[in-house]
Nanobody, 124 residues
Framework: QVQLVESGGGLVQAGGSLRLSCAASGRTLSSYAMGWFRQAPGKERDFVAAINRSGGSTYYRDSVKGRFTASRDNAKNTVYLQMNSLKPEDTAVYYC?????????????????WGQGTQVTVSS
């Protein structure tokens, strides 16, 4: 079992940047494909980005392509989400998730472990 803890959220103006971190404990992160999701108030949780076990492949939802970058440092047991050119519609609680296996996953049901989330608020 792996425990995930997100950090790095906060309040930022539109056009600004934040970098989220997701630190894992309990098991080595290199055993898991990772994903980032977000949930805005009153809305369902949405897929944001996925990264495979090696970090060599990534996948993004269309609305964040070119602005967000997922990466990982397996030696540090940490996954990152660099968010640039933030927009008010990016405001949400952001969650990282871990999936046993190799490939990229887009559905929340395909992930086995979840962090507690970190709030990102983008002001206009």
């Amino acid at each position: 079992q792996v425990q995930l803890v997100e950090s790095g959220g906060g309040l930022v103006q539109a056009g600004g940047s934040l970098r989220l971190s997701c630190a894992a404990s309990g098991r080595t992160l290199s055993s898991y494909a990772m994903g980032w999701f977000r949930q805005a108030p009153g809305k369902e949780r949405d897929f944001v980005a996925a990264i495979n076990r090696s970090g060599g492949s990534t996948y993004y939802r269309d609305s964040v392509k070119g602005r967000f970058t997922a990466s990982r440092d397996n030696a540090k047991n940490t996954v990152y989400l660099q968010m640039n050119s933030l927009k008010p519609e990016d405001t949400a609680v952001y969650y990282c998730a871990a999936a046993i296996g190799l490939g990229l996953r887009r559905r929340g049901s395909e992930y086995d472990y979840w962090g507690q989330g970190t709030q990102v608020t983008v002001s206009s």
